[in-house]
DNA sequence: TTCATGGTTCGATCCTAGCCGAACCATGCA
DNA sequence: TGCATGGTTCGGCTAGGATCGAACCATGAA
């Protein structure tokens, strides 16, 4: 007993309402300010202050500082993944928190998982993209057909990816409300973008909330769903 | 704000020392008393009791009643894996127990994780098993060939998987000190099986360690590694 | 029936850690 | 140089929860 890595130690840290709250919020906005965040998780500057320390001591978040701001943001896509296999597993619990059931069908449709679109609108697009050979699957990764290439550029996505970066073009997400897979990566991010500066959606203030208007929605099927 | 799953409960009921132990040891044996528990988590069994009775309420683990013992085991693959997630986010944040670090590296060489052989060498194993297209990778999925059917039926590793199971036949899984991938899934745990009963490898007691013989190890890396 | 063993329930104790008030430092703007 | 704003540090309060002793229930073996 007692050996390999610490969970306990990790999980604890997540184990709190106002960090769960903070590393949520920073799965949905890239970087958010202390004083956002303990507006978000609702607490006060000295509290926020006190467990965004904790979480940087432990390496799950990051900072920028900017002037008299400090931005802050998740330290790693691992820890973004850990939050969705969390998320999955409290889901399938029916640990769900009550107060926002409202919110919640919004949320299942469409919301934003750290940088990518997810849930029903996402798991469909990209089951259809595969139906039409966008996406060749290679051993543990995704790769961009020709074909997709060209139909991506098509709607404007930009799919050039820099070489310095070592971030996979296209990468699989697994849903917790649908349990099946929606596209990530570099490529599941422009597409976001592309679909915000084109109008066909935004995001919800202080959520993960992605709105579809009914021109944008409309768009968004018959590019990706129709057949 | 205050959308979705619950994160922060499920994580707080792991971030307890002993229920993390708990979880560990979930993952190596299939299933345990609460008295073989309370001596891993090194706590008394009225206070294991609770434990258990918060993880089954909570739906980490379920229970299996024979005569007057109870024996628990983990509630699902996906705990499994959220533990595993939290191994990686813990090793890379250095988050690793000391008082175990002698044990260290014959963790990293061979383990178990959950009913599969984790590790160096089972990632070597499946990078090899691989370039001998023993397998080809769908979408999400992995398949094995024909090449690679008739290899394992050579080992002696019985790759017919019951009907009525939904379980993936094999399957990727992300390895935690080498972040690259083994072979989890149906074919894995035979394999893992197979290799206990032909004396190449065993657990150590009360660990995850899986400890080769000289001549097991030999044998391993002939049939799986040499090229 | 009696006894040993596996497991749970209850109550009391004790400690950790989250929280806020107040004071303080740092940056940028006027 | 002042002043407002973003953020941190310190100290004390409080609550939640982990722990164990003791008693109790259930099962199986002698």
Known sequence: MKDGPHIARVAALIGDNARADILTALMADRALTATELAGIAGVTKQTISGHLAKLLDAGLIEVDAQGRHRYFRL???DVAHL???L???AFRTGAVRL???P???ALRKARVCYDHLAGELAVAAFEAMLM???FAARVGELSLTGAGRAAFEA???DVSVPGSSRRPVCRMCLDWGERRHHLAGGVGAALLQRMYAAGWAHRQKDSRVVVFSAEGEK???EVFLLD
Chains 1, 2 share one sequence.
């Open 219 to 221: 768009a968004f099927r």
């Open 103 to 105: 919110r919640e069908p």
């Open 99 to 101: 107060r926002s059931s």
């Open 155 to 157: 709607i404007g996505v």
């Open 83 to 85: 939050l969705e296999s």
């Open 75 to 77: 330290a790693g896509r």
């Open 87 to 89: 998320m999955g597993v």
């Open 132 to 134: 039409r050979g966008w």
